[in-house]
Nanobody
Framework: QVRLVESGGGLVQPGGSLRLSCAAS????????MGWYRQAPGKQRDLVAAFTSGGLTNYAESVKGRFTISRDNAKATVYLQMNSLKPDDTAVYYCNFRRVGVYPTYDYWGQGTQVTVSS
């Protein structure tokens, strides 16, 4: 019964900020890493930010210095703080929980939340 519920998307002007949240249930954090991906129309789903299995963070080059991923394991929640938003950030953002303690690894996805950056 793994379920990921996303919130925080919306319409924002260039230079604005949004914070995305993703709350999960049925997740065992000892073998799960958390992250955010996004998909724009006509493009593949790409990594935005994620925790590694070692507890470090990875960011897409295009969002470094602007986006910050964080988590609250007690609440089974991962966040994405997005600042200095650009029109190119417009996409559907998906929360991702990846089980890494099993082989093969397995991804759980949220339903996606639309982020539109436009003036």
């Amino acid at each position: 019964q793994v379920r990921l519920v996303e919130s925080g998307g919306g319409l924002v002007q260039p230079g604005g900020s949004l914070r995305l949240s993703c709350a999960a249930s049925g997740v065992i954090f000892s073998d799960v890493v958390m992250g955010w991906y996004r998909q724009a129309p006509g493009k593949q789903r790409d990594l935005v930010a994620a925790f590694t299995s070692g507890g470090l963070t990875n960011y897409a080059e295009s969002v470094k210095g602007r986006f910050t991923i964080s988590r609250d394991n007690a609440k089974a929640t991962v966040y994405l703080q997005m600042n200095s938003l650009k029109p190119d950030d417009t996409a559907v953002y998906y929360c991702n929980f990846r089980r890494v303690g099993v082989y093969p690894t397995y991804d759980y996805w949220g339903q996606g939340t639309q982020v539109t950056v436009s003036s």
